[in-house]
């Protein structure tokens, strides 16, 4: 009953949040103030979600744990110590995310308080990129049917990458390659795998047809051979090669965290991929480009989430931007329409649909027997 609720309140939010067009203003650059309030309860109803219901999540307590650790640090022991930067020696986590831990005790905050509180600024980034970029409501709501926005409890440090991650995106369309790097730099002093996120830089570059045609072929390989480790035709334990024991097991597919890899999930993403090959003509080149790599790299990532259950970790930082970007080509591109409608975007409507009943609906108890108390917030 309580997700049934939910539902319908982030609905009327999410609809309510779309700014309506006054034809009786010549300019609108503002947004109207019951669009403006409807998308602040959005994200405020979306970030207690996910602080209520982050005791159930798996690295929840973990996070719990590492902050009360910190209880006794000073930030001049932090930022003077450069290992906790190059080596993560002195807590096992990453400098900013030190930081910010230390930061929530000269504030007094509660752990619960404190993780709800990331929450909500990785909730302003999400919700403003979905209502910048492309169709709000269906962008939200196919979100929300992958479980994401309850992963914000158990993947807190890659999240903030995530949402540091979005802000880069404007600038890499724009071309403005040092604020992107810069804003990277800033996403792997929360968790250093965003580092990878630099390799996006290179499709800034090409500029003639034969290096454009190399960036488009590499990244077809690299879906392809996706496909082939997905059915086991290939073999590539590459995440093993990290020296952190921590994300080495993530080779293996003999570890979960609690995330059902379906095979018509996976089937899905591909289809949506061949489908945006023929959709790509109409965008400029650098910018299809760049909304081919996202896709690309989303969607390679969940080909191997089949047999290597935990890659799924990885797919948090182009997950939002895939279905965005998605829906947004789909809405620009003039093909596979009936009058106005576009098929692809009517499919989508109803993939989204079937999740949210399958995963929501009829298993109405996903937030567990246990949540937060408003009293463990303050």
């Known amino acids: 009953m309580i997700w049934t609720i939910l539902i319908i309140v982030l609905w009327l939010l999410a609809e309510g949040a779309v700014p309506k067009i006054n034809r009786n203003i010549l300019f609108q650059d503002q947004i109207p103030k019951i669009s403006l309030i409807c998308r602040w309860g959005l994200i405020l109803t979306l970030t207690l979600m996910v602080g209520f219901w982050g005791i159930v999540a798996e690295d929840h307590e973990e996070y719990v744990i590492f902050y009360h650790s910190l209880s006794g640090y000073r930030l001049s022991d932090l930022i003077g110590n450069v290992t906790v930067l190059l080596t993560k020696q002195a807590t096992g986590m990453e400098l900013g995310y030190n930081i910010i831990n230390v930061i929530g005790h000269y504030l007094n905050l509660k752990a619960p308080l404190f993780l709800t509180l990331i929450a909500l600024f990785v909730n302003i980034c999400v919700v403003k990129f979905i209502y910048d970029y492309s169709h709000p409501v269906l962008s939200l709501f196919l979100l929300l049917s992958t479980n994401f926005f309850l992963m914000e409890a158990n993947l807190v440090r890659q999240m903030l990458a995530m949402a540091i991650f979005l802000i880069s995106i404007k600038p890499l369309l724009e071309g403005k390659w040092k604020y992107f790097l810069i804003l990277i730099f800033v996403a792997a002093l929360f968790h250093t795998s965003a580092i990878i996120l630099g390799v996006f830089i290179i499709f800034l570059f090409p500029k003639t047809d034969k290096l454009q045609n190399i960036a488009l072929i590499a990244l077809i390989t690299t879906w392809i051979v996706s496909i082939l480790i997905m059915f086991g035709f290939v073999s590539i334990n590459f995440l093993s090669l990290f020296s952190?024991?921590?994300?080495?097991?993530?080779?293996?597919?003999?570890?979960?965290?609690?995330?059902?890899?379906?095979?018509?999930?996976?089937?899905?993403?591909?289809?949506?991929?061949?489908?945006?090959?023929?959709?790509?003509?109409?965008?400029?080149?650098?910018?299809?480009?760049?909304?081919?790599?996202?896709?690309?790299?989303?969607?390679?990532?969940?080909?191997?989430?089949?047999?290597?259950?935990?890659?799924?970790?990885?797919?948090s930082y182009f997950e939002v931007v895939f279905y965005i970007f998605t829906i947004y080509i789909f809405q620009k591109s003039e093909k596979w329409k009936i009058g106005q409608q576009s098929i692809p975007i009517i499919f989508l409507q109803i993939y989204c649909g079937l999740r949210i009943f399958m995963t929501f609906i009829l298993e109405d108890n996903i937030f567990g027997s246990e949540s937060y108390l408003l009293a463990d917030f303050f």
Do not use: Q, W
């Open 244 to 315: 952190d024991s921590a994300y080495s097991i993530y080779a293996t597919g003999n570890n979960s965290i609690g995330m059902e890899v379906s095979p018509f999930n996976i089937a899905v993403h591909n289809l949506i991929v061949i489908a945006l090959l023929f959709c790509f003509k109409s965008f400029k080149v650098n910018l299809r480009l760049v909304y081919y790599a996202v896709i690309i790299a989303t969607t390679s990532l969940f080909n191997m989430s089949y047999n290597f259950v935990n890659i799924l970790r990885f797919t």
